[in-house]
């Protein structure tokens, strides 16, 4: 399985933007198709983005849409996550996961490979 490490979280006024990385090991990246997910304080996970292994299609969640945008090198074995207009309401922990092969997915099961978390904090 790939081990993946987030970064990039912080603190940022509302409006803001951030950029979080997620860089995975070993050499097989360009096989899984990736996600962010993210968990705010008494909520349950949810789905945020979700970028093919080829990084040719992407899928959002609707509270993000036209915000966010999810990209992938995997020459540098990365995903990224730009956020953009950022709300209150996108504080939460983030967390990279991943699924070995095609596709688009989005459901919690759907991922083998889980990421640590990277807390966002969005101040009014």
């Known amino acids: 399985q790939v081990q993946l490490v987030e970064s990039g979280g912080g603190l940022v006024q509302a409006g803001g933007s951030l950029r979080l990385s997620c860089a995975a090991s070993?050499?097989?990246?360009?096989?899984?198709?990736m996600a962010w997910l993210r968990q705010a304080p008494g909520k349950e996970r949810e789905f945020v983005a979700s970028i093919s292994n080829s990084g040719g299609d992407t899928y959002y969640a609707d509270s993000v849409k036209a915000r966010f945008t999810i990209s992938r090198d995997n020459a540098k074995n990365t995903v990224y996550l730009q956020m953009s207009s950022l709300k209150p309401e996108d504080t939460a922990v983030y967390y990279c996961?991943?699924?070995?092969?095609?596709?688009?997915?989005?459901?919690?099961?759907?991922?083998?490979?889980w990421g640590q978390g990277t807390q966002v904090t969005v101040s009014s």
């Open positions: 070993g050499r097989t990246f360009s096989s899984y198709a």
């Open positions: 996961a991943a699924r070995l092969g095609i596709g688009l997915w989005y459901r919690l099961a759907d991922f083998s490979s």
